[in-house]
């Protein structure tokens, strides 16, 4: 059974950090290319930031300089850490995995991220 499980999300003030975790487990990790997403309420969900599975890294511009995205092949994770937040940050943000052009496609539950002062 493929589970991918997001943790690290909160409240936070803008200007600071977070870094969110997605631990997986049922697949193959290393050969899958990851990617966070985010949706916040009433729009659609969006790509935030992908790795691939040789570590090449992808960014939405409005996150560039910010967030980074990285794996442990060794823990089956992967990691998106979140400097310098703003209120336009606050999503739901989730986790997904990819493999063979998205033949494979699993999404962990989401994580509530909330910018405010």
């Known amino acids: 059974q493929v589970q991918l499980v997001e943790s690290g999300g909160g409240l936070v003030q803008p200007g600071g950090s977070l870094r969110l975790s997605c631990a997986t487990s049922?697949?193959?990790?290393?050969?899958?290319?990851m990617g966070w997403y985010r949706q916040a309420p009433g729009k659609q969900r969006e790509l935030v930031a992908t790795?691939?599975?040789?570590?090449?890294?992808d960014y939405v511009d409005s996150v560039k300089g910010r967030f980074t995205i990285s794996r442990d092949n060794a823990k089956n994770t992967v990691y998106l850490q979140m400097n310098s937040l703003k209120p336009e940050d606050t999503a739901v943000y989730y986790c997904?995995?990819?493999?063979?052009?998205?033949?494979?496609?699993?999404w962990g539950q989401g994580t509530q991220v909330t910018v405010s002062s």
């Open positions: 049922g697949i193959i990790f290393s050969i899958y290319a």
């Open positions: 790795i691939t599975s040789s570590g090449t890294t």
């Open positions: 997904n995995a990819k493999w063979r052009r998205g033949q494979y496609d699993y």
